[in-house]
């Protein structure tokens, strides 16, 4: 399902896509910087830290889930599937990023090859007032899409 307003397409398929996709386009936020990492990353523990090394994403990190048509039009699965916040070491966040990727594998649902999980700096000592700004923003952003 695609969501349009003057223009702009916006498939629903993943957090994490839907981040990347709006990164450029979006002038009051900021888009984190971010990792996606695929079920194909996951099949090599080495080259898999070296990634996170090379992405500098292994301090202060939240690993979040992005499970393939995790938050579409019609349906949502919030809350359904692990995210691990405030995680440092690149080992912690390996072990973290199998955790997560295992959370979709739940109540039957069958694991796709688009999953994906992304890494992101973990927010911390953020005041009420930038947090609300932050949902607010999100907020104008939905209801423009």
């Known amino acids: 399902m ?31 910087p971010m990792l996606i990492i695929s079920r194909n990353d996951i099949t090599n523990r080495q080259r898999l830290k070296e990634l996170i090394i090379e992405n500098n994403m292994f301090d202060n990190v939240i690993v979040r889930s992005s499970a393939w048509g995790e938050d579409i039009p019609g349906s949502t699965h919030a809350g359904e599937y692990l995210s691990v916040i405030d995680i440092s070491g690149v080992n912690a966040v390996v072990d973290a990023i199998y955790k997560v990727f295992n959370s ?42």
């Open 104 to 145: 979709y594998d739940k109540n039957g649902r069958k694991k796709e090859d688009n999953d994906t999980v992304f890494i992101q700096p973990f927010l911390k000592d953020c005041s009420i007032q930038e947090l609300s700004l932050l949902v607010s923003q999100v907020l104008v952003l939905i209801v423009m899409l």
């Open 2 to 32: 695609d969501s349009k307003k003057e223009g702009l397409i916006l498939e629903f398929h993943s957090k994490a896509n839907t981040l990347k996709y709006l990164k450029d386009k979006v002038k009051y936020s900021v888009i984190l």
